[in-house]
Structures are given as C-alpha cells and as structure tokens.
C-alpha cells in the first residue's frame, strides 16, 4: 500500500473549455458538489481514503526575519495563475489505482453535466525505509 | 489475558470455519465471544478458555444463521465434531491463513484481514498502524471478508501467498502502538509450527536475522545507519542465534527456496564481527543462487553490491549496466561504486541524483549527506 496525494488545482488553462463555477446553474453546482462527496464515499467504501480537505482560496505567504522581530507577510503574489483548491489522500495498491482514482475524481461533472477534466496532480508520500533491504 | 485472547483467536476462528461456518460470520461471531470474554472472564475464568470461547463464539454462529435448514445442518455437524486436537489446531491456523491470504485478496486486503482474524489485533490497532482512519480500515476489513466469504474455502491454498503477505507485514510496517515486525514474526512462527515447508523456516530466519539488527538501524537522533556502519554490539546475538539455527536447519533439508537464500545473507552479514570481516565471496555465491531462481531486477542489483565488495567497483559498474534504470536504490548504488572507485565529483551528484529519487525520507536525508561529505571534503 502507499499514500498519494491527490492536488485539485485552480488553473488557468483547462484542458476543455469550461466557463468558471459561478456562472454554472445552481443545479450543476450541487452535482459537482455532490459527485466530490460521492467520489470520497467510493473510496471510503473500498478501504482507500484517508484524508480530503478543501482550502480557501486567499492565502498569505510568511517568513521569518530574524530573531525578535515579527514575521513578514506578503502575497498573494500576482505571478501566481496556480492555486490548490484541495486535495485528497488515498491509500491504495499501486500507482495504476492511484492514477485511476484521480481520474475519476476529475471526471466531476461540469456545464450540461459534461466532466470538466481537470488536471489532478498525483504525488506519492514518503514511505518508511523497508527493513530489508540487502 | 490480551496474549491468552490473541493466541486462541485464529484457532477459534479456524474451528468455526472447518465446521462450515461463514468466513465473515464466524469472524463476527469470534469478536462478539471475545467481548463477553473480556466481561466475564475476570470473575469466573474458565478452565478451559479455548473451549469456552469455541462453543460461545459457536453459539453465535448458529444464532446468526440465515435459514432454519442451514442452521439445522450446522446444528448436526456440531453433534459430530469431536474435540479438536494438536493436529487439528495447526490445520486450522493453516486454513485460516489460507484465508487471509486468499489470491483473490489485494496484498492490503490481505495484510488487513491476517493481522485482525489471525494476529487477534484490533481495528483500530491496525488502522494506526498502517496511518489510515479506522472507519476506512474497517471498510478494508469487512471488504476483505466478504470477498472471501464468496470465493469460499473450496480452493488450495496457497502457501506462498501467505508467505508474501507476512513479508509484507514485516518489511513494510508502520510505526505505532503495534510492533508489526515482532508481530509479523508471532505469526510466522505459529505457520512454521503448522507447516513442513522449508520456505517457512527460511522467512522466519530471514525476519529474525533483520530483527536482530534493529536497535543499531537508527541512531539516537533518527538517522538511518547502513550496515557497515551499524554498531555491531547493539545486534541482538540470541535472536541472531535463533535465526541461524532456524536457517541450519531448514537448509539441511535440501530443499532450497528464495527465503532460505536470502535468509543465508543475513546470516553471513550477521557473522561478521566487523564490517571488514564480512565473508562477500560467500555472499556473492548466495546472489548467484538467487538470480538463477528469480528474475527479480531487485536481486539482480543486490549482486552488483556483493560483487563491487569482491571484484572491485569497475566489474561491478559494467554489471550495473544490465540493471534496469527504475530499479530502486540503482543510482544509490552507482554513487557508491564511482565513490569505491575514486570518482568523488561523479559520486556526489549521483548521490544528489540518488536523493531526488528516494522513496522514503530517511534514506533521502541519508544520500544527501553522502552527497554533502564527499563535497566537503
């Protein structure tokens, strides 16, 4: 088994052409709603989910600055067209699931029900070390 | 009492299920017996509690039973089963095992289901083990029942199978509360006592011998120590003991297998006083055994290691070459040779290169500094 993590991000470019949420019907917006949840109850089904959280998507970058004096804040930066929207972790057999279950996660239904075919970023998690190893 | 009810839970199991009980309802039954063991027990301990546990967990069976005709059959066969004896008890860990391990099982699944039916550990013992929320353990679990419940126990075992599954526990274990490698070990053993195949002996020699070294594995601020660095003091000489005699043993039968090889490894590294002691000619000959047995790209680059040790780094990187480039550890093991052969400028960013493709967070953090001394100095 490994963990991998699955990234949703807002990108500018998608691979079909798909007008931003907010200008979906409140129907459309409910089924992709609806199928993210359903998407996270198969894989709680099949013993595969661990973890999925959506995040805001206004953030702040900070940095230390040197002992005593309080963090810098800045950002959003405006070279940044990239956002993580969320993410999934999965537990699962091989890489070949892991891509299959991203897959389905992007095949979330958009405008006329149509899947939108978002990218999803697929990143293993570090393991522990195996013992045997000679 | 916790030892006493994870001993007898797989023998209980395996007698519900060689009376014909259903996989997934007998398990059910064991747990709901094991509850009101942990009630009563404390006040009235019976004096046998395997035969306590087998007729409450089997009067539950029966209650469960779907149809009054089932249940009438099963009923019969209760009246006909005489009282299990030695024999009978390693027939049912074997049976049961064989379950777990059913091929139609992932290796998860079947890693899950061994350690709750077989290893007694609990749900949520497992769950954390393996660092997943127990509700989806749980799903694993009962999935896992189901499928064998529906296979059914009609098919051979595969004995194999099982053993892959406990290499599996013990190789590739989580931290937690659960001690999967000694855990891994526990169920070993009891295979080993059931069966006859020299292979068992092999695995469970293979897991001591690896076990015998843990406590020199990491060093007190968490960073991995390979082998030759490892302080030998700190290997654990009884378990190393046990194993080698295990090994011998097994060895003397003349049937030789891949744990067995693999198992004769550790024990000539486990030999070695010191790293430079370490009998490589000898190593070399088991990995020429091995790659003869298996075609495992693995192994096949495990040699190139011994053979760096006995020939010198320049064979070894011409046999490197027939290594395919996706193996694990490959430019690990390349940083290495270059480093052998004096190429310090080579090794460091091979050992970078090695770093970036790390699997795991110890072994990245150790090939970074690999790559950082020879850079430094």
Redesign the interface.
Known sequence: ?A?YLLLKHYRGAKPIDCAPMDQWTPQEVSDHIAFMGKVADDL????????AQGLSPEGTFVRFDGEGRPPVTDGPFAETKDLIAGWMVI???SVERAHEAAAYLSSAPGPGGVPIREWIEVR?F????????? | MEQLVRDLTPQVLGILVRRGADFAAAEDAVQEALVEAVRRWPDAAPDDPKAWLVTVAWRKVVDAGRSASARRAREERVHDEPAPGPSEDQDDTLLLLFLCCHPALTPASAVALTLRAVGGLTTRQIAEAYLVPEATMAQRISRAKRTVAEQGVGAPGDLYRVLTVLYLVFNEGYSGDVDLAAEAIRLTRMLDRASDEPEVAGLLALMLLHHARRAARWSASGELVPLAEQDRTRWDTDAVAEGVEILQAALRRDRLGEYQAQAAIAALHCDAQTAEETDWPQILEWYDELVARTDSPVVALNRVVALGEVDGPYVALRALDAVPPEVPRRTAVEAWLHERAGEAGRAAELYADAAAVATSAAERDHLTRQAARLRHS
């Open positions: 088994m963990k709680r089904e099949r013993g595969e989910f661990v973890d537990d699962v057999d293993p570090m393991e522990e070390p195996p013992t045997i190893t000679e």
